[in-house]
């Protein structure tokens, strides 16, 4: 709850149409893509300038109150997960495209300009916005900041943080700074770097200058067919090691072919174990030569099938089949966890092979379809939360998981961040030095500590309560207390 005189500031600064205090329309914000995690928030803003969000965050600032930033809500860890005490800023107002510089191939955009409205808009000049995650089309800007986002293509082009050149952000205390510079490698500290990937804990970005690509002039898009997923990452490490990057290398396994193929009939042969989407791009010039390379890696490892996209609608296809996967899961499963673990390629067959007997022993479903040319595994962990015990352990299992790939020498997150769903894991991955270290590089941009509290860091009271799926408390269902 927050107090009447802040709700009543908060309508004087952005108007009644800029705030939503109504109950049933707060709960449209209770949670980000990570669905099992909710908590109605006090009061959701959404500013329409810079000006707006800087009047925001000091009237918070001046009532102690916290504030967490959001915008388009598709995150899958819980990062924009509201306070029930707290002002939910929602940036989706602000998509506003500020400038184009086609000739030193720079866009400043506001943070909820959707990653895909960012090509869409340089279009016409030949030019790109390279990261592209799966949610693109409704993913903000600001989002991909906040998180470091990644996506299909980022193998070879890599993620976010390679294709921002300046944020400028509004402080905790409503203090506006820009980080980094609109010229590549800036003299001084990066703390643009610092600022990609925090989650909304230091600060509010308002504005982005991006970097833009020349769209290549040639692509070729192949999905090869396998037996087993093992077989599929040994073709990835062939095609790495000879030195070939392609654009992209994405895997999809037989449950997952199945939903995708269900949901969307791209044309993946069903049955089979794994399926490889390889795209190459860049000059026309040798595109034909490297395709044919990948084409006899991929049969040397064991492609039973290899099938090229023959025209721009088939490779739309494919990439539509691949995208929807997650959306796809709906057909196998009424729930499921995406896990996000990154591993080294090397150990891909291996890691999925512990996984199958995590699965088999957990009597659940995995379906994989990830990112195989960076190592950035998505598990997608199915389940059936109405059977009891089900949630737990499809939960148990995507945990399992995680540290599945810390064992194995990678990460808990490869692209998703940490939120609130892994901040409990972060210790396996850092010494206590290491998060008071961290700690001390959020205290010096939020020293009140407002701006998004309670996550990515592990807290007593985040790691005391069991995250994941809503269960009702005992005394919920006696019918003793009520959820509000
Ligand atoms: C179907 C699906 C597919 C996905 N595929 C991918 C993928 O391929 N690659 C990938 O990396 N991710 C993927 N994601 C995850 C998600 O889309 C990304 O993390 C995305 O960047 C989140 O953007 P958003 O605008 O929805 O941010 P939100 O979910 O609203 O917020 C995410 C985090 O950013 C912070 N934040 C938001 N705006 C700002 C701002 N202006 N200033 C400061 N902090 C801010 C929030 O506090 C929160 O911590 C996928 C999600 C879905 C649902």
């Given at each position: 709850m927050i107090s009447q005189q802040l709700h009543q500031a908060l309508v004087d600064?952005?108007?009644?149409?800029g705030v939503v205090s109504e109950r049933t329309q707060l709960r449209t914000y209770e949670m980000d893509a990570l669905t099992g995690h909710r908590q109605v928030p006090g009061v959701v803003v959404l500013p329409e300038s810079k000006e707006q969000v800087c009047a925001v965050v000091r009237l918070c600032r001046d009532a102690g109150v916290p504030i967490v930033p959001r915008g388009a809500g598709t995150g899958l860890s819980g990062g924009a997960m509201p306070r029930e005490d707290g002002v939910l800023i929602v940036l989706s107002r602000m998509r506003r495209i500020l400038a184009i510089d086609p000739e030193n191939q720079r866009a400043v955009v506001e943070p909820g300009v959707?990653?895909?409205?960012i090509s869409?808009?340089?279009?016409?000049?030949g030019l790109y916005y390279a990261p592209d995650p799966s949610s693109q089309m409704v993913c903000s800007i600001g989002g991909?900041?906040?998180?470091?986002?990644?996506?299909?293509?980022c193998l070879k082009y890599g993620f976010t943080t390679h294709h921002v050149l300046a944020v400028e952000i509004v402080l905790s205390d409503g203090e506006v700074v820009t980080l980094g510079d609109s010229v590549l490698d800036p003299p001084g500290y990066d703390l643009r770097g610092v600022f990609i990937g925090s989650e909304g804990t230091l600060g509010?970005?308002?504005?982005?200058?991006?970097?833009?690509?020349?769209?290549?002039?040639?692509?070729?898009?192949m999905v090869a067919d396998f037996d087993t997923p093992a077989r599929a990452g040994d073709a990835v490490t062939a095609i790495i090691e000879a030195g070939i990057i392609p654009a992209a290398v994405e895997m999809l396994d037989s449950l997952a072919i199945e939903a995708c193929?269900?949901?969307?009939?791209?044309?993946?042969?069903?049955?089979?174990?794994?399926?490889?989407?390889?795209?190459l791009d860049g000059p026309e010039a040798g595109i034909d030569e490297s395709l044919a390379a990948v084409e006899t890696l991929c049969r040397n490892s064991g492609?039973?099938?290899?099938?090229?996209a023959e025209s721009d609608h088939e490779r739309a296809l494919i990439w539509k089949g691949r995208k929807a996967a997650f959306a796809a899961m709906g057909r196998l499963a009424p729930n499921y966890f995406v896990q996000d673990g990154v591993i080294p390629r090397t150990q891909l067959g291996r890691v999925l092979e512990r996984m199958a007997e995590l699965a088999s022993q957990a009597e659940l479903r995995v379906a994989n379809v990830f990112h195989a040319g960076d190592g950035?595994?998505?598990?997608?962990?199915?389940?059936?939360?109405s059977n009891p015990g089900e949630s737990e352990r499809a939960e148990k299992l995507a945990a399992d998981i995680a540290e599945l790939c810390v064992e194995y020498g990678g990460s808990i997150t490869g692209e998703h961040g940490v939120g609130v769903d892994k901040a409990c894991s972060m210790p396996k991955m850092f010494s206590a030095d290491d998060l008071a270290t961290m700690l001390e590089v959020r205290q010096a941009f939020d020293p009140a500590g407002l701006c998004n509290p309670d996550k990515v860091f592990p807290t007593p009271r985040l790691c005391g309560e069991i995250p994941g799926p809503y269960r009702p408390h005992p005394l919920e269902e006696a019918g003793l207390i009520e959820r509000m």
């Open positions: 600064c952005l108007g009644p149409e959707t990653n895909s409205a869409q808009a340089v279009a016409a000049h991909n900041v906040a998180e470091n986002s990644g996506g299909a293509h509010i970005a308002t504005s982005i200058t991006v970097r833009l690509l020349r769209v290549p002039e040639a692509v070729r898009t193929e269900d949901a969307t009939g791209a044309g993946y042969t069903r049955g089979i174990g794994a399926a490889l989407v390889v795209e492609a039973s099938k290899i099938r090229l950035n595994l998505h598990p997608l962990v199915l389940y059936n939360g």
